[in-house]
């Protein structure tokens, strides 16, 4: 997969975070990450990055979007819940035939497939917990520019 690049000016930075202002470009209307760095009361977009550059206010910095990353965390998030629920709603399909306890078996297969999208959405949960204490980042910086 291909990386994508940006430019951004740090404005903040505390201990190992960064508050970077990213700068003006023409293709945040197709980007997929607009909900992370979406402008704020200023309208300015802002992103906040571990600092791993040691970028004083000030500098300019160049920011890498990680394609791989993205793809991977959009699954974890939208694929993996959205798949759980299908399969469930399927083999349910399969194997429920007639009403029990008076519920149609439609309504049974639906009931079986929103508590597999409650256990997708749960485990997607713990891996994003999991995610979160590492080093896992769609956004990482990558060089200080001159």
């Not at 940006?6 to 190992?16: A, C, F, P």
């Not at 995610?131 to 980042?137: H, M, R, V």
Request: hydrophobic content about 50%.
């Amino acid at each position: 997969m291909d990386e994508s690049f940006e430019i951004g000016v740090v404005v903040s930075v505390i201990d190992t975070i960064a508050d970077i202002e990213l700068l003006d470009n023409d293709h945040c209307h197709s980007c997929g990450a607009r909900m992370i760095c979406r402008p704020g009361d200023s309208g300015k977009r802002t992103l906040k990055l571990t600092n791993t550059l040691n970028a004083k206010v000030g500098d300019r910095i160049l920011i890498e979007q990680s394609d791989k990353n993205q793809l991977k965390l959009a699954f974890m998030q939208y694929g993996f819940p959205l798949f759980g629920f299908l399969i469930a709603i399927i083999l349910a399909g399969v194997f429920i035939k007639e009403s029990a306890v008076g519920i149609p078996p439609e309504v049974l297969q639906f009931i079986i497939a929103i508590l597999a999208l409650l256990l997708a959405g749960s485990i997607t949960r713990k891996w994003a917990i999991k995610k979160a204490l590492t080093d896992f980042s769609v956004f990482s910086m990558k060089e200080i520019c001159q």
